[in-house]
């Protein structure tokens, strides 16, 4: 889904809804993949912050999810507390 921002939408109110149960951090765990979701063993296609195109190694997508990602670090400094 290349491009599409309500996936980024989706995936901020993914990190909003852990931070407000009392998560301590939050990882991506497919930070990096290719264009067509993986490699992953399941042989589902699913999205990435960054895609990669394999086939032209100089060719790479940020995604909504990738921008919604650096706000949250940005404006979250380390050693942040919920209240």
Do not use: C
């Not at 599409?4 to 009392?22: C, H, S, T």
């Not at 032209?56 to 990602?69: A, D, T, W």
Request: no cysteine.
């Amino acid at each position: 889904m290349l491009g599409d921002w309500r996936r980024g939408e989706i995936y901020g109110i993914d990190i909003l809804r852990d931070v407000a149960a009392y998560a301590v951090g939050w990882t991506d765990w497919n930070i990096v993949l290719n264009m067509k979701g993986g490699p992953n063993w399941a042989k589902n296609e699913v999205d990435a912050p960054v895609l990669v195109d394999t086939e032209n190694r100089n060719k790479f997508y940020l995604q909504p999810s990738f921008y919604y990602l650096g706000h949250f670090s940005k404006f979250v400094p380390k050693g942040s507390i919920r209240i």
